[in-house]
């Protein structure tokens, strides 16, 4: 795996990787000291003034989950598990800018008044992150926990589960982890890279924050560009970059591609006609596609679409935690029918059947996961409805040919 | 404008799907193809009020607690 440091002048930003190796020294020499003594509200105010949305999939707000945190001593949680096999972000943030994370986890912990720090990240990230956290002055007490590589080990309640069985399965929510998260206690779990930016926030204000990006989507943002692409490079482009600029920063040739999934296996795909789009909720919503967690796979022009679907619905059915029954069956069978389709089976009926399927199974778990597999199986099947046409009829339109 | 209302939770890690549930409150759940409730509203079925005591016997009557009863506000 390579990743690449782009020249965040560059780019307008001051950037996730502006420290030339990961250790404390460079760590300052390019960001400062950082500041301490934050007291919510002032966290708050310049957090709802930054417009720093979650970088961790949903995109919630950053100050709204700051400001949901109950009272009294409550734990903070840094996310950087990272299930999507395709997301390299955070652990490319992890072993290159640990100290950001560090900063945004303390600054957060000491705003909420916690009573317990912890960084929960896979196996790979945490020897890094242990010696970034020797290396601290301020030294604070952090709590590293090792993330089971598995689709589902980062979903919020799952981590919560993780820091206190050991077990990295969803739960199902009757109270909001804010309220009630770890040991009962009010909880604020962010995404790795949400606590990085919310570290430069913390630094240079609100005002510089949006100095990169758009009004709508400000700051910078991670991509783990992976597919049909020359390398799989990890890119921080500025909010609002349309997908053209994002590959063409990763080394891709946009041109070259059919379509991009964007948003991880619980995201959607954008054609070639869109890739001017911004890369932004509202300016992919007719797509119904988000840079969630920013994970975003390429598929070649003359690649068939609807195979390379099929086998990532079989990959989601097969990270069910098999725990809710809905999810349990109704994966596996969303999996079989696009496998049907895929495979040039003449049964027309199989497109309204696979429609039905992810009706059935939305809502319908203790997590999102069967939420997100409806949408993907959605989106394929309204992105390359054309092949599915040629598919049902016994053609694909990828080999020219027949199935 | 938002208004408490009445809804009933499944915590489908607990059900196992033997469908009791749906015996009782035909008019809210029905059973999908595995067997498991289904209403409108996914894990969260609103429940008008002429429902409620037929709700709590669901709830009650479950046999792996799976069901919850309680009062919500959405806007
Ligand atoms: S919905 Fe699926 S993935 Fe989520 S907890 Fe239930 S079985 Fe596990
Ligand atoms: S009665 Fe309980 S366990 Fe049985 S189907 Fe209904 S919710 Fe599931």
Redesign the pocket.
């Known amino acids: 795996m390579t990743e690449m440091t782009l020249d965040p002048r560059q780019l307008g930003t001051g950037g996730l990787f502006t420290a030339a190796v990961p250790d404390l020294a460079s760590h300052e020499a390019a960001y400062g000291r950082r500041p301490s003594g934050w007291t919510r509200s002032p966290l708050l105010r310049e957090l709802e003034a930054s417009g720093l949305a979650g970088r961790g999939g949903a995109g919630f707000p950053a100050w709204r989950k700051l400001a949901a945190v109950g009272a009294g001593r409550p734990a903070v949680i840094a996310n950087g598990a990272e299930g999507e096999p395709l997301s390299r972000k955070d652990t490319a943030l992890l072993r290159q800018a640990p100290h950001l994370v560090l900063d945004g986890l303390v600054t957060a912990g000491e705003a909420v008044g916690a009573s317990e720090l912890f960084l929960y990240a896979t196996a790979e990230s945490l020897p890094g992150v242990g010696q970034a956290l020797a290396e601290r002055r301020d030294g604070p007490r952090v709590t590293l926990v090792e993330a089971p590589a598995a689709f ?1 080990s980062g979903e919020a309640s799952a981590v919560v589960n993780a820091l206190e069985t050991g077990t990295a ?2 739960r199902d929510k009757a109270a909001r982890i804010a309220r009630s998260g770890y040991q009962g206690r009010p909880t604020l779990l962010h995404n790795v890279e949400t606590l990085a930016h919310l570290a430069l926030v913390a630094r240079y204000g609100a005002q510089w924050f949006r100095s990169a990006g758009t009004a709508d989507d400000p700051g910078t943002r991670l991509y783990s560009l992976s597919g049909d692409v020359p390398a799989e490079w990890v890119v921080e482009a500025p909010g609002g970059a349309s997908l053209r600029d994002v590959l063409r920063l990763g080394g891709a040739e946009p041109s070259s591609l059919a379509a991009v999934l964007v948003g991880g296996f619980h995201g959607a795909w954008v054609p070639a006609e869109a890739f001017d789009l911004p890369l932004t909720a509202r300016g992919l919503a007719r797509y119904g596609a988000s840079p969630g967690a920013g994970v975003l796979l390429a598929l070649a022009r003359g690649r068939c679409g609807l195979q390379a679907s099929a086998g990532i619905v079989r990959y989601l059915a097969e990270s ?5 029954g809905p ?2 069956f109704g994966l596996p069978a969303m999996a079989t029918v696009l496998e049907r389709i895929a495979a040039g089976e003449r049964a027309p009926w199989l497109a309204s059947e696979a429609e039905r399927l992810a009706g059935l199974v939305t809502g319908r ?3 999102h ?2 939420d997100g597999s409806a949408r993907f199986v959605r989106s394929s099947l309204g992105v390359f409805k054309d092949e599915v046409r040629a598919h049902l009829a016994g053609a694909c339109t990828a080999h020219h040919g027949r199935v | 404008m938002s208004r408490a209302q009445l809804e009933l939770h499944i915590d ?2 607990r059900c196992d799907g033997r469908g009791l549930c749906t015996e009782i409150l035909p008019e809210l759940l029905v059973r999908d193809d595995w067997g498991y409730p289904v209403g409108r509203g996914g894990r969260d079925i609103h429940v008008p009020d002429g429902l409620a005591g037929a709700a709590q016997d669901a709830v009650d009557l479950c046999p792996l607690q799976a069901l919850m009863l309680r009062r919500v506000t959405r806007s």
């Open positions: 589902i399965l969803p069910s935690a098999r725990q809710c999810c349990m778990g203790a997590c996961h069967p | 489908f890690t």
